[in-house]
């Protein structure tokens, strides 16, 4: 069966940092692009992260740029999600998702579906 178990979700102030998980399994790792969306109550969905696996390509929401980091091992066959300097504003749930055709989905208003999806983590960041 596959498998995205996201992980490491939790409160923090605002300038704190989270990791998130998402653990993968069912589908070869490698070939799929593999990433990061969040929903506010009230907002869009929005693409934060993703990334290639084979080939190292990575996106990040204008949003996030500079304060998210998307990383791999690949051994464990998890992604991770490091979130520094945190506002108010990141409080969402966070859903980890993976696609075989590439990263296109998560890069806003280009959503053509995604193979995979997980339950979600909740992030909230006070103020």
């Known amino acids: 069966d596959v498998q995205l178990q996201a992980s490491g979700g939790g409160l923090v102030q605002a300038g704190g940092s989270l990791r998130l998980s998402c653990a993968a399994s069912g589908f070869p790792f490698d070939d799929y692009a593999i990433g990061w969306f969040r929903q506010a109550p009230g907002k869009e969905r929005e693409g934060v992260s993703c990334r290639v696996g084979s080939d190292g390509i990575t996106y990040y929401a204008d949003s996030v740029k500079g304060r998210f980091t998307i990383s791999s091992d690949n051994a464990k066959n998890t992604v991770y999600l490091q979130m520094n300097s945190l506002k108010p504003e990141d409080t969402a749930v966070y859903y980890c998702?993976?696609?075989?055709?590439?990263?296109?989905?998560?890069?806003?208003?280009?959503?053509?579906?995604?193979?995979?999806w997980g339950k979600g983590t909740q992030v909230t960041v006070s103020s």
């Open positions: 998702a993976a696609d075989r055709g590439g990263c296109g989905s998560f890069y806003p208003g280009v959503y053509y579906g995604l193979d995979y």
